[in-house]
């Protein structure tokens, strides 16, 4: 390996910068991929080299890497107000056209939104009105928090007690006390011999039970839930999952929190991923495609048994003590108003009904039968390719030999950014805009990059 040229952007970063989700120490050897532009479903290096991004870099730039609709909203609001804050009661335009279009648009009736910054931001408020909700209503015991093993709802504090991910635990002394995980509902590996999919799914919704009936459900107040988990592999529950779990969450008065970060805005062929999986929540986070990424924005949706509880509370006390600086900025606001109406007037989700179904059939078609899948799996515009070591067990590689990074290295040098998530998955969720070409395009690197990787674990 090369070192970076002295002065070179790379050697600067290497230098100055410490990046998130990288080995910090490797980092300083290895350097920066650095980006440089992008357009539609493409970015470039500072090579000239061009990339298509299959995962829409976070999952999240869902109108791709150009668009000079939302250019335009965004130096528009900024000449005509580019700051002003929704405390004590001040508002302004977008942020009130923007609250407007979500409960507008909400898969299920939602009283009012609240708006954050980012996805942890979100998730984070929702667990505040969540213990706050449960102080207003006379139930003070009532706290404590259930996520999914293999859940991802962030890295604040709080929304990282909620992740089940090792990565996000491990050495910074979370999850907090209060938070618990059950299981991931994935058949393709917690099912058992002769086990039917809805059978795992009582047994899922079981399990569930059994945590809150062994906690108390007194002291049981929400469950967090995405509706595909996605940072933990693209995990697609097994049919009638949600319908059992939510069945026991109303029985023991448990709030449901759907995390729409990643599923919202037509990622999985609805307008919500709640609707495609038939989640009725309480309270919805979203974030990411909801400004297709142009400017940092989340938002939390309540429904109105919820905000009544928070109005009451907040009457009580004085005010409603939570909000950040940043909160419903004019400039992300105007950028997500601008996202929102270009979904409904280009009928992205009329594309994504057409470009979705051929990305999973080609999916399947292309790798299901390749020696180094074990499953494919997804919806609409989100997918993975899960690589196993025995495709008979469904056993996965050794975690040391990171086989899913070395598939994104080759993928990479093929022309496509990939995302390896735990496990060897390779995710896609590309930009809601690529058509059947570019899919084509992007899994022909990717064919060819596990057929390489094949050669190399011969
Ligand atoms: N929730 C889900 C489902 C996510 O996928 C993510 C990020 O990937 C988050 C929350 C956290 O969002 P952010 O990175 O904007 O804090």
Known sequence: ???????????????????????????????????????????????????????????????????????????????KLPFYHAFTAKSHEPMIDLAEMLIQRAPVPMSKAFFANSGSEANDTAIKMVWYFNNAVGRPKKKKIIGRIKGYHGITLAAASLTGLPANHRSFDVPLPGFLHTMAPHYYHAGLPG?????????????????????????????WAEPIMGAGGVILPPKGYFEKIQAVLRKY???????????????????????????????????????????????????????????????????????????????PAAVAVETLKIYDETRIGDHVGDVGPYMQAELRRRFAN????????????????????????????????KVGARLVKLTEANGVIGRALPGDALAFSPPLIITRAEIDEMLDAVGKSLDELAVQLR
């Open 1 to 79: 390996m090369t070192p970076p040229l002295v002065n070179s952007a790379a050697a600067r970063d290497i230098a100055n910068t410490l990046h998130p989700y990288t080995d910090l120490k490797l980092h300083q050897e290895v350097g920066p991929m650095v980006i440089s532009r992008g357009e539609g479903v493409r970015v470039w290096d500072e090579n000239g080299k061009g990339y298509i991004e299959s995962v829409a870099g976070l999952w999240c730039a869902a109108l791709g890497f150009s668009n000079e609709r939302l250019v335009q909203a965004a130096t528009n609001q900024m000449r």
């Open 195 to 223: 086990e039917s999919e809805e059978e795992f799914a009582t047994r899922c919704a079981d399990e569930l039970e059994k945590l809150i009936l062994a906690e108390d459900p007194d002291t049981v107040a929400a469950m």
């Open 370 to 401: 390749h020696p180094l899948v074990g499953e494919v799996r997804g919806v609409g515009l989100i997918g993975a390719v899960e690589l196993v070591a025995d495709k008979a067990t469904h056993k996965n590689f050794d975690p040391a030999h």
């Open 253 to 331: 008065d448990v709030l449901l929190v759907a995390d729409e970060v990643i599923c919202g805005f037509w990622r999985t062929g609805n307008y919500w991923g709640s609707t495609t999986l038939n989640v009725q929540p309480d309270i919805l986070t979203c974030a990411k495609a909801l400004s297709s990424s142009f400017l940092p924005i989340s938002a939390v949706l309540v429904n109105e048994r919820v905000f009544q509880g928070l109005a009451d509370e907040s009457h009580k006390i004085g005010t409603f003590g939570h909000g950040y600086t940043y909160s419903g900025h004019p400039v």
